[in-house]
C-alpha cells in the first residue's frame, strides 16, 4: 500500500475512465487470466518509478482513473481464497499532500451524488481489519451501499491537518441469515415457515421461543418492525453468581470465531479493589458492582452480549440489530417509551 501511495506515474497517452464507470461495467465473473487480457492496455506492469507493482503488491495498478476531475491510484486485486475481484482507488499522493482535506470533501460529494444516501454508516471504526497500520491509520468512518450492484465502500480516515479517502468496489456481497435462520427484512410469515416453531408469547411484533445455544437454555426472541426483520435477541436463562462469567466467556469465544476479534470487549465495575479481592466476578455482577459487555460490526449487523446484574439477578444477553434498517427499528423502540 505504501508502494501505491508514494508511486509517480508517468503520462500516457489513455482514454480517462471513471471510478464508477469502471465499477458500474466490470465483469466480476472475470478470471484474473481473462481481466490481464481484457485490460492488458490499462494495466502499469512497470514505469521508472514502479519497478514491479503486481510483484511487489500482488495488486494490478491501473492508469488513468479519475474520480471527478481527480486522478486516482486504482488497483485490481484477486481473492487467493475466493478468486474474485476488487477494485480499490484513492487519489493520488500529490493531491492529498497538498489539500487533502478538500479533495476528500469533493471525492464524498461525488460520491453521495453517484451513489444517494449510505445503507451503513459507522464512524470511528477500527480499521485493523483493512492492514492500514503501516500507514498510521487506526480508526477512521465507513460508508457502505449495500443496495448497488456491485457493492460500494468508502473508508475515510485522518486529521484536521491530513486526511486519507479511499474507494472500493467489490461484486454483490453474498452473506449467511443475519440473526438465526433470518435475514433482516424479512417478514413474520417467512421466519415462522423457517423455524417451524409454535410462538410461546403471542406479542405483537416479537416471534419467541425457548431452545438452546451453545449447549445453553435461553429465550430467543425475533422483533419486527412493519412485518420487516430488524432484530434479533438471546436471553438466557437459569444464570447464576457461579456460572455466568463461564458463560459469558465462552459465548464471547464462539462469537469471536464466527464474527472475527471483538470491536470492544470491556468490563466495568464500581466495586472498590477491597470487594473484588473478596468476592468472584460473579458475585460482583449478581450484586450490580460489576458488567460485562462485547460488541461485533458487520456490513449487515451490529451484534451485542451483555452480563449485567441488578437486585441479586443476573442478565446474559446476545443482541443482534440491523444496521440497514436502523431508522425503522427505532420508530418502533420510541413507540414503546
Do not use: H
Not at 182 to 206: C, H, P, Q, V, Y
Amino acid at each position: 500500500m505504501l508502494l501505491l501511495m508514494s508511486a509517480t506515474l508517468t503520462s500516457f497517452a489513455q482514454n480517462k475512465i471513471d471510478f464508477f464507470d469502471l465499477a458500474n461495467t466490470f465483469d466480476w465473473k472475470l478470471s484474473e487470466e481473462a481481466f490481464k487480457e481484457k485490460y492488458n492496455d490499462r494495466i502499469v506492469v512497470s514505469t521508472d518509478s514502479i519497478a514491479d507493482v503486481y510483484a511487489s503488491t500482488g495488486n494490478w495498478l491501473l492508469r488513468d482513473i479519475y474520480i471527478g476531475k481527480y486522478e486516482t491510484t486504482t488497483f485490481v486485486r484477486y481473492d487467493n481464497q475466493t478468486k474474485k475481484p476488487a477494485i480499490v482507488s484513492l487519489p493520488t499522493t500529490e493531491l492529498l499532500d497538498s489539500m487533502g482535506q478538500i479533495v476528500c470533501s469533493d471525492i464524498e460529494q461525488i460520491t453521495s451524488r453517484k451513489l444517494g444516501k449510505p445503507d451503513i454508516s459507522l464512524d470511528d471504526m477500527n480499521l485493523a481489519a483493512f492492514n492500514m497500520g503501516d500507514l498510521g491509520i487506526e480508526t477512521g468512518n465507513i460508508k457502505m451501499w449495500m443496495s448497488t450492484s456491485p457493492t460500494f465502500m468508502t473508508i475515510t480516515a485522518g486529521n484536521d491537518e491530513q486526511r486519507l479517502i479511499f474507494i472500493g468496489a467489490v461484486p454483490e456481497i453474498e452473506r449467511e441469515p443475519d440473526f438465526r435462520q433470518g435475514f433482516w427484512g424479512d417478514s413474520l410469515a417467512d421466519i415462522k415457515r423457517k423455524e417451524g416453531k409454535t410462538d410461546e408469547f403471542n406479542m405483537e411484533g416479537i416471534y419467541a421461543f425457548t431452545t438452546y445455544v451453545a449447549g445453553l437454555e435461553c429465550l430467543s426472541a425475533y422483533r419486527f418492525t412493519e412485518d420487516k426483520l430488524t432484530s434479533g435477541k438471546y436471553i438466557f436463562l437459569n444464570n447464576n453468581s457461579d456460572n455466568c462469567e463461564d458463560n459469558y466467556n465462552k459465548l464471547v469465544n464462539l462469537l469471536t470465531k464466527k464474527y472475527g476479534e471483538p470491536f470492544s470487549n470491556e468490563k466495568k465495575t464500581t466495586a472498590s479493589n477491597y470487594e473484588q479481592k473478596i468476592f468472584t466476578a460473579g458475585e460482583l455482577v449478581r450484586n450490580g458492582d460489576m458488567s460485562f459487555e462485547a460488541y461485533w460490526f458487520t456490513p449487515f449487523s451490529t451484534i451485542a452480549i451483555f452480563l449485567t446484574g441488578e437486585q441479586y439477578q443476573v442478565s446474559l444477553n446476545i443482541e443482534y440489530y440491523s444496521n440497514k434498517l436502523e431508522e425503522e427499528r427505532e420508530k418502533d423502540i420510541l413507540k414503546d417509551l
